[in-house]
Antibody, heavy 120, light 110 residues
C-alpha cells in the first residue's frame, strides 16, 4: 500500500524558508493517476490546502491563492519524492504540515505530519 | 473562517446515531464530490468517505455519507467511545481552484 514519509526541520526563523520533503513508497511521483499535495493545520486556520503537483504527460502545479507568491512544490523523480518550499515565513505559518495523495476533492493517504514552528 | 460550514460539536450516547452537516455553495459542494475525515487526537486525518458516499477499504459501514445540493451529511450509527474525534468535510472549490475544508466538528460520545 502507498505510504508517505515526511522529513524536514521543525523550527524555522521568521523571514527564512520552510522546506519539507515527502518520500513515496508503493506508488510513483510520476503516476498519471495520482496527485501529491501539501496541507497544513493550525488552531487559527484549521485545515488549509496549500498546493499540489501531478504528472499528466507534463508536470503541473496548483497553489492556494493565500500562499501563491511564496510557495513551490516540486517533484523529484530520482528519489520518488516531492517537496514543499515556503518562503518569507512568519509566525502565522506555524502549523502541522501534512503531505497527502489525492485529486483535490479527497485525500486518501496522509504523511505523519510535521509540526513546524516559526520563531520571531 | 472556513469555506465549508460545520457545527462545532455534536454529542450522542453509545449505540445511538449521529449526523454531522457540512454546508457550502455551488462552486464547491454543489458541483464537486465531498469527502469526510476522522482525526483522533495527535494523529493525521483519516479518509472516511470519498465521492459523497463511498467508503475506502477497512472503513466500517457504520459510517455513511450523502449529499444534496450544496450540503452534505456524515452519518455514524452504533456509536462507540472510540468514535470520539474531530470530523472534517472537504471538497474542491472550482472558483478558488483549491481544496477546501470545513472547520471541523468535535464528536462526544456521552
Amino acid at each position: 500500500q502507498v505510504q508517505l514519509q515526511q522529513s524536514g526541520p521543525g523550527l524555522v526563523k521568521a523571514s527564512q524558508t520552510l522546506s519539507l520533503t515527502c518520500g513515496i513508497s508503493g506508488d510513483s511521483v510520476s503516476s498519471k493517476s495520482a496527485a501529491w499535495n501539501w496541507i497544513r493545520q493550525s488552531p487559527s486556520r484549521g485545515l488549509e490546502w496549500l498546493g499540489r503537483t501531478y504528472y499528466r504527460s507534463k508536470w503541473y502545479q496548483d497553489y492556494a491563492v493565500s500562499v501563491k507568491s511564496r510557495i513551490t512544490i516540486n517533484p523529484d523523480t530520482s528519489k520518488n519524492q516531492f517537496s514543499l518550499q515556503l518562503n518569507s515565513v512568519t509566525p502565522e505559518d506555524t502549523a502541522v504540515y501534512y503531505c497527502t495523495s489525492g485529486g483535490g476533492d479527497s485525500f486518501d493517504i496522509w504523511g505523519q505530519g510535521t509540526m513546524v514552528t516559526v520563531s520571531s | 473562517q472556513s469555506v465549508l460550514t460545520q457545527p462545532p460539536s455534536v454529542s450522542a450516547a453509545p449505540g445511538q446515531r449521529v449526523t454531522i452537516s457540512c454546508s457550502g455553495s455551488s462552486s464547491n459542494i454543489g458541483n464537486n464530490y465531498v469527502s469526510w475525515y476522522q482525526q483522533l487526537p495527535g494523529t493525521a486525518p483519516k479518509l472516511l468517505i470519498y465521492e459523497n458516499n463511498k467508503r475506502p477499504s477497512g472503513i466500517p459501514d457504520r459510517f455513511s455519507g450523502s449529499k444534496s445540493g450544496t450540503s452534505a451529511t456524515l452519518g455514524i450509527t452504533g456509536l462507540q467511545t472510540g468514535d470520539e474525534a474531530d470530523y472534517y468535510c472537504g471538497t474542491w472549490d472550482s472558483s478558488l481552484s483549491a481544496g477546501v475544508f470545513g472547520g471541523g466538528t468535535k464528536l462526544t460520545v456521552l
